[in-house]
């Protein structure tokens, strides 16, 4: 048996879409006038992710027929394109790869509704086609913010370092001292800029690390992408000024710390407020108001997870400056240590950043119950098994 679409919910994800294929680079319009005056004809389809019959393309994914048949598993293209998905039992076209047309078509034409602007690039997925720590073929599949979960040692840091990997190469260079004893680690990343772009990154050793665009072999990667990287507090070096500090865990210059201060004094924040920094003959203070303490505390005195906020806040305004100009991810791999509250907290406000880049956080179960109906776009991936053998669900 055949499940269609009812007719409101092809008009609602053609409304959603604006009318516009979804297919990357197309943007079709596929409503317009009609010949006789005052109708109008349209020329798009709404397209069954899962098969709307069995044996259909991409098959039906175990989904029942009101899922089949729901909003969630449709996605609007042009005539032309939707033959395209389906051809060849829609093998090239696998479900990941359409929700990841649909969720970032829509996200665009919600920015352009409101009059933000862009850049072009979703990142779909991450496949560990060989590593130290996950099963072959595992793979994560990305959505506008992600939650990938996990305990200690499940392989949470080693995805956000190869993320991160991609647009700086001296996170890599962890791997390949792991990558001598244990084999190789080789990681595949498939995305829309606005055409599919697939790279990979191949760690054999220090001096031996590889990359691939589209299956060529390249010198160096060369991306649209932008990522912003959050890693765990690091230890604070002796004699080490907090504008140095702070450059070090955001991977960023010392100048642009400064910088940032002066966006945030301007603009204002989430829960830091009124940042200034204070310097005198040999020293150096970054003082500021953070909700729940006392104003006009100096970074210093802040405990760790005071600290953590602090840093989450100048990465989203990183993250936020560089999603003007291009595509951006900002992975944020540091909110382990948040107790339940205050992990809501912050992930409402970074799911609320997604409007404008990707968001990938890492979190331990105790953060995450009942987060994931509750919060739009959102996609929560579980790391399970033991080290070598790590899948993801």
């Known amino acids: 048996m055949r499940i269609n679409f009812p007719p409101q919910v092809k008009k609602r994800v053609a409304e959603r879409n604006g009318y516009r294929c979804s297919f990357p680079r197309c943007d079709k319009s596929t409503i317009g006038p009609a010949e006789s005056a005052g109708d109008s004809v349209s020329t ?61 078509h829509e996200s665009l034409i919600s920015l352009e509704q409101r009059g933000v602007a862009v850049g072009f690039g979703w990142l779909q997925s991450v496949t560990i086609e060989e590593s130290p720590v996950f099963a072959k073929g595992s793979t994560l599949h ?79 990667l060369d991306l649209a992408h932008v990522f912003v990287y959050v890693s765990e507090r690091p230890l604070r070096m002796p004699e080490e000024t907090t504008s140095s500090y702070l450059a070090r865990w955001l991977h960023i210059d010392t100048a642009v710390v400064h910088n940032i201060v002066r966006s945030l004094a301007m603009r204002g924040s989430f829960c830091v407020h009124n940042p200034r920094f204070v310097t005198g003959e040999d020293h150096e203070s970054l003082l500021l108001d953070l909700d729940g303490t006392v104003p006009g505390l100096d970074f210093r005195n802040l405990s760790s997870s005071e600290q953590i906020r602090v840093a989450i806040e100048f990465a989203v305004e990183v993250a936020r400056f560089e999603a003007e100009q291009r595509p951006t991810l900002l ?63």
């Open 44 to 104: 798009g389809v709404a397209c069954h992710i899962y098969s709307a019959a069995e044996g259909g393309p991409r098959g039906q994914g175990n989904l029942a027929p009101d899922q089949l048949a729901d909003i969630e598993n449709a996605l609007w293209l042009c005539a032309n394109h939707h033959r395209i998905i389906d051809a060849n039992r829609g093998t090239e076209y696998p479900p990941e790869r359409l929700f990841g047309f649909k969720m970032f």
């Open 142 to 220: 990305l959505a506008r913010t992600t939650v990938v979960l996990g305990g200690n040692d499940s392989g949470k840091t080693a995805l956000c370092e190869w993320l991160a990997g991609s647009g700086e190469i001296s996170f890599l260079k962890r791997w390949s001292a792991l990558s001598n004893h244990n084999g190789r680690t080789q990681v595949r990343f498939d995305a829309v800029t606005p055409l599919p772009l697939t790279w990979t990154i191949r760690v054999f050793g220090e001096s031996n690390i590889q990359f691939q665009m589209n299956g060529q072999a390249v010198p160096r």
């Open 331 to 393: 992975i944020i791999d540091c909110m382990t240590g948040f107790d339940r509250t205050r992990f809501q907290e912050y992930l409402e406000f970074l799911a609320a950043q997604s409007e404008k880049c990707q968001i990938i956080i890492t979190a331990c179960t105790r953060n995450t119950d009942r987060f994931d109906k509750d919060i739009e776009g959102l996609r929560i991936a579980t790391l399970r098994g033991t080290e070598s053998n790590v899948e993801i669900s």
